[in-house]
């Protein structure tokens, strides 16, 4: 055990209980308390005496020193979070969850670190984390892109999150975008609707594969999307506003979409204002799917939105995973993308197509 951590001969002194005050407490050697919190104890102890030890801690309150730990291993427990903007965004929480929990759950600790975009931060908060000597490091980003690898990445275990590296270096974990597409059109398509259209976006990674997504399902039952029915107005209530009102805005019965699949949750809200401005009910008269459930707004609208959730929670875990997993194999994994399923989650904005 480490010098410091000797200076303690007893558990009721005011210091840190030690190992040895352990031993003392459940009559047994150093060693064998050494052996039950180093993971060793399976084969070398009766169980009997592996409970009587960690009693003893536990009335003690004796907690392993990680310090003196990682100097044995030559691990620190920690893992390291680099973000660009994620800390200021609506989903930054699902992914933080995600991550220190499972990092918790294996005993490590995640240290995050938001660089607010700045290409130096990044490059000096990794520099930082490798000087701290962190198991692994992943980099998250708020939106799915192609992104610059910060300098010192490859000096350690780390995988990408919501994100893809520009020179493929890295394993990166994303979300299944074309799938979650194909996810929002098959639901459109079972409740008859076949005049479907596109809301918001821009020419992004996920605009692109979600569309790719929707029109798949579509042509599998041999519905196609007008060329003028992809409305590419951005990422924000009022783009979903104006693309509405773009399509249905005039326009005559037979000759308008009955279902709308939106970029994103705000852009479905933007649908749903234009939808009442107009006199349509919804999902009555006009169905709407947005994307990403956002937290304290999608079940919040009115009605409240079906929509295709983004994996945020789901992408940390994985990421997590993907580290530990490096870490005890003691290599680098080849460089893959997986990709996270984006579940559906049915609320009340999809209907039947009206018969019209």
């Known amino acids: ?44 102890l009766s169980l009997a005496t592996q409970e009587r030890i960690r009693q003893a801690a536990a009335q003690l309150g004796y907690r392993p020193d990680p310090v003196a730990r990682g100097l044995r291993s030559r691990r620190t427990a920690v893992i390291g979070l680099v973000t660009d903007e994620i800390a200021s965004t609506p989903f930054a929480g699902r992914l933080l969850r995600g991550a220190m929990e499972t990092a918790w759950d294996s005993e490590h600790l995640v240290l995050t670190i938001d660089s607010g975009g700045d290409p130096a931060k990044e490059d000096a908060a990794v520099a930082e984390l490798l000087d701290r000597r962190v198991d692994g490091i992943i980099y998250a980003a708020m939106s799915l892109r192609r992104v610059r690898v910060p300098e010192g990445l490859h000096r350690t275990h780390s995988v990408l999150a919501n994100c893809l590296p520009e020179d493929g270096s890295l394993s990166a974990v994303i979300p299944a975008e074309r799938a979650g597409g194909r996810a929002a059109a098959r639901l459109l398509l079972a409740q008859g609707h076949r005049r479907v259209a596109v809301v918001g976006g821009e020419a992004d990674i996920a605009s692109v594969e979600r ?17 003028e029915w992809v ?17 249905l805005d005039g326009a005559a019965a037979g000759r308008c979409p009955t ?7 705000r852009v479905a809200a933007g649908a749903l204002h234009a ?27 009115s ?49 039947p197509a009206p018969r019209r």
């Open 1 to 44: 055990m480490a010098a410091s951590e000797e200076k303690h001969t007893s558990g009721s002194g005011p210091g840190r209980p030690t190992s040895r005050d352990v031993a003392r407490l459940a009559g047994v050697s150093h060693t064998a308390v050494s052996f039950v919190f180093n993971g060793r104890a399976e084969g070398n």
């Open 211 to 227: 569309l790719q997504g929707f029109r798949d399902a579509l042509r599998t039952e041999g519905v196609t999307v007008p060329r």
């Open 231 to 247: 409305v590419r107005t951005g990422g924000e209530i009022s783009s979903g506003y104006e693309g509405a009102l773009r399509l």
């Open 259 to 265: 279902g709308l699949f939106c970029y994103n949750d």
């Open 275 to 301: 939808a009442a401005r107009l006199g349509l009910s919804v999902p009555g008269d006009l169905s709407v799917i947005g994307y990403d459930d956002q937290e304290h707004m999608a079940a919040f609208l």
């Open 303 to 351: 009605p409240p939105l079906t929509t295709v959730a983004l994996p945020h929670r789901a992408m940390g875990e994985a990421a997590v995973r993907l580290v530990l997993g490096a870490i005890g194999a003691g290599q680098v994994p080849r460089p893959a993308v997986r990709r996270i399923a984006c579940p559906v989650i049915d609320r009340e904005s999809v209907g």
